[in-house]
């Protein structure tokens, strides 16, 4: 959720400062952006608990795989949000 948060809330801002944005830019940015931004550290310390709760998944034999493979997608997407923020110098 943290994740998804993050990429509409990068939507809205690259939304809001596309052209002539850039004179807002140079100034410090509000508490909404500073917020928006610190959205991947927060998914980042989150995704070893997902790690947890997939695992326990997992070995859980009442656990239906429906419920096993969207824990593992959500190990899944952690691990690709992750490795891209840090590819576009958002960690």
Known sequence: ???????LG?????GRFRGDGVFDLLFPWPAWMQAVFA???VAILLAPLQVVAASIAWRT?????LERSHHGVLVAFAAWF???AWLWGLL
């Open 10 to 14: 990068l939507i809205v801002i690259v």
């Open 39 to 41: 959205l991947p550290w």
């Open 1 to 7: 959720m943290v994740q998804l948060c993050f990429l």
């Open 61 to 65: 034999t009442g656990v239906g795989w």
């Open 82 to 84: 992750a490795s891209s």
